[in-house]
């Protein structure tokens, strides 16, 4: 079982559209130009930079690439094999979309849920890696759009774990529900069972500790989560992310948000007392996770871990506040 204790408080990708645009796929606009695949291609696995191009250009244009549609609607298309990345971490989810298995003493812990037609990918990668459903102790939910808690619902009917997201997360849920094809059983999901994190709340199961950190920005509740992997005899300190994209941020108040939040993560990871080391992703094409599921999988013993690289976390949130920084002229005009 899970137990929660209280810390100290420290310290929209535009959804309907981006819904209708997935949900219609099939006869959605013409492709832009810029090298993004024509709808006589198809796109194979996932590679990070066709995937920000296609994703930009929809952000840009509205049109989604036909291509592109149909790989975000494609169940074949989005099935990947679970893999792992720390001793105690596993991918669970699709392609486009991670969901995240976290082994503790005490049972499993879900981050995410995945959405529509793919829930039913989630639960056999589940029990790819030996987890069943009713074994979960604990459902993480990072925000409330569609791809990270559209099946929750379904999730919901096969465990008795409560499922956790911040009251701006549950609102934004709920209200995203009566636009979604997605998530129309998301109501049932908050009851008595169901738990509203907070900023500094700690969730204990088993031998892990996960603490939750309020990051409004991608969506006013978005959550991220800091926790330990463990990687051999040693245990390293990591985040999950709850939002990235700057697509559904349309005024300034919510892109200083953004910042602000990106400017605390990165206090976390400067700081000299334990600190962040990794980000485990909720879209592994944000971060270039997929080029380096090869290398994690064929890592020799003794060879330092490929997302453990110095810097590489300095790095990528450098490139988030920069492009932030740089749109908030446009939005002030």
């Known amino acids: ?30 492709v832009v130009p810029g090298g993004i695949p024509s709808s006589a291609d198809t796109i194979e696995g996932c590679p990070s930079p066709v995937i920000l191009q296609n994703f930009g250009e929809f952000a840009k244009t509205g049109k989604m690439p036909p291509a592109f549609g149909k790989w975000l609607n494609s169940v074949e298309a989005q099935r990947i094999e679970p893999f792992k990345v720390f001793d105690n971490v596993y991918n669970v989810g699709i392609y486009w979309v991670n969901t995240w298995i976290i082994k503790t003493s ?15 990918l989630l639960i056999s990668n589940m029990k790819k890696v030996g987890v069943e459903p009713a074994d979960l102790k604990l459902v993480l939910m990072t925000h409330g759009h569609f791809d990270h808690v559209g099946r929750a619902d379904r999730l919901k009917a096969l465990t008795n774990a409560p499922f956790v997201m911040t009251q701006a997360g549950w609102d934004e849920a709920l209200e995203n529900s ?10 049932a999901v908050l009851d008595e069972h169901d738990l509203v994190a907070k900023d500094g709340d700690i969730f204990t199961v088993g031998d892990t500790e996960f603490r939750v950190y309020e990051t409004p920005g991608h969506t006013w509740g978005t959550a991220s989560y800091v926790y330990n992997v463990k990687d051999g005899d040693r245990e ?16 300034t108040k919510q892109l200083e948000s953004y910042i602000a939040s990106g400017n605390r993560i990165d206090a976390m990871v400067e700081s000299t007392d334990n600190p962040v080391r990794v980000h485990i992703p ?16 064929n890592r020799k013993p003794g060879e330092p871990h490929p997302l453990l690289k110095e810097g590489s976390l300095v790095g990528q949130l450098e490139g988030l506040r920069r492009r932030a920084e740089q749109r908030l002229p446009t939005l002030k005009q």
Request: net charge negative; charged share 20%.
């Open 1 to 30: 079982m899970y137990k929660k204790k209280l810390l100290l408080p420290s310290l929209m990708l535009s959804l309907s559209v981006f819904v209708h645009a997935v949900g219609n796929a099939a006869t959605a606009g013409e």
């Open 178 to 187: 009566k636009k979604s094809p997605f998530m129309e059983e998301i109501k």
């Open 236 to 251: 390293v300190r990591a985040i999950t992310i709850g939002g990235l994209g700057l697509n559904g941020v349309n005024d």
């Open 282 to 297: 909720t879209h592994s094409f944000a971060s270039g996770l997929t080029e380096q599921v090869e290398s994690i999988q």
């Open 106 to 120: 005490d049972g499993p812990v879900l981050i995410d849920t995945t959405y529509g037609p793919f829930f039913d």
